[in-house]
Every structure is written in C-alpha cells, then in structure tokens.
C-alpha cells in the first residue's frame, strides 16, 4: 500500500509563490511518473504537471512558464514551484504517483492519490 501526504498549500496574494511537496510511503519497489493535478470548487479535476522516472517534464498551458515540477527520487517526493499566481490557480492540488510495489516478493503496479493541499491566492 502506497500513502502521499501533500504540503505546503495556503494562502497567497496574487503574484507570489508557494512551493508545495508530496512525499510516497510504502513498500514501493519503484516510481516511475509522479504529477500534480487541481480541483478548483464546482469544476473537474485538471491536470497541472508531470515528471517522469527519466526527469522529463510536462505542464498544462495555463501554468507554463510559472510553474516547475521536480522531485528527489532518494526522498520519494515530488515538488511543485508555483511562481506568479493568479485568482485563478486556486484550487485544491493533488499529487499522483504511479510505480511498482512490492510485497513477499511480489510485484504490483500502483498508481496513488494524495488527499490534497488547499492554495488559496487571493488580495
């Protein structure tokens, strides 16, 4: 079983920064992509970013250029920098994990949410 705890969401005003964490625990064997998603009150959950096992990143076009993902494979975390923040990037942000587990010698996929951190940017 794989736990995520997110940190580092709160209240911002418009134009700063915030710097959030999601860390995975567990009898995980290996992690392969690890990413970030939002859920702003009455829409859908949306994709923000995405980091592969390779370091490769990807970002949703409204955070490009603001936003950078990254993440310590010794820790077990992933990061999200999240500079120049708008009205609009308030939301509830979520982290997901996907890798390998491994129990009594067994190997299992697994792909994990957080249960959320809440960035608030508002004046």
């Known amino acids: 079983q794989v736990q995520l705890v997110e940190s580092g969401g709160g209240l911002v005003q418009p134009g700063g920064s915030l710097r959030l964490s999601c860390v995975a625990a567990?009898?995980?064997?290996?992690?392969?992509?690890m990413g970030w998603y939002r859920q702003a009150p009455g829409k859908e959950r949306e994709w923000v970013a995405t980091i592969t096992g390779g370091g490769r990143t990807t970002y949703a076009d409204s955070v490009k250029g603001r936003f950078t993902i990254s993440r310590d494979n010794a820790e077990r975390t992933v990061y999200l920098q999240m500079n120049t923040l708008k009205p609009e990037d308030t939301a509830g942000y979520y982290c997901?994990?996907?890798?390998?587990?491994?129990?009594?010698?067994?190997?299992?996929?697994?792909?994990?949410w957080g249960r959320g951190t809440q960035v608030t940017v508002s004046s």
């Open positions: 997901k994990v996907e890798g390998v587990t491994i129990t009594n010698g067994i190997r299992t996929t697994f792909a994990s």
């Open positions: 567990g009898t995980i064997f290996s992690i392969n992509s």
